[in-house]
């Protein structure tokens, strides 16, 4: 059974930084698109970062007030995508979500959920003095 658990969220201070992992089990993701999204209280999810399928263009895209902060790789040989966030910030509070394209080889998309087939439960950020 295909299962997306997210693991490395914190409370952090204004400054630091936290790596999220979003560990993929029941298939290998090589060539599925993955993205990370998060939903702060009382807002909409918002897609922070995605990475295309290997093989396909390798774009990665990135929320404008997360770009230069935030780095998405992928370590297939764990099956596992990191997010790197560097420099957090209050607004950068919330649950964080990953979120696995059915479809092989396609480029993804920053901020279609519908793209999105398997979701994980999320982990929570706090960045708070």
């Known amino acids: 059974q295909l299962q997306l658990v997210e693991l490395g969220g914190a409370s952090v201070q204004p400054g630091g930084s936290l790596r999220l992992s979003c560990v993929v089990t029941?298939?290998?993701?090589?060539?599925?698109?993955i993205g990370w999204f998060r939903q702060a209280p009382g807002k909409q999810r918002e897609g922070v970062s995605c990475i295309s399928a290997a093989d396909t263009t390798n774009k990665i895209y990135y929320l404008d007030s997360v770009n230069g902060r935030f780095t998405i790789s992928r370590d297939n040989a764990k099956n596992t995508v990191y997010l790197q966030m560097n420099n957090l910030k209050p607004e950068d509070t919330g649950i964080y979500s990953c979120a696995l394209d059915s479809v092989l080889y396609r480029e993804c998309k920053l901020q279609d959920q519908g793209f999105y087939f398997w979701w994980g439960q999320g982990t929570q950020v706090t960045v708070s003095p």
């Open positions: 029941g298939r290998t993701v090589d060539f599925n698109a």
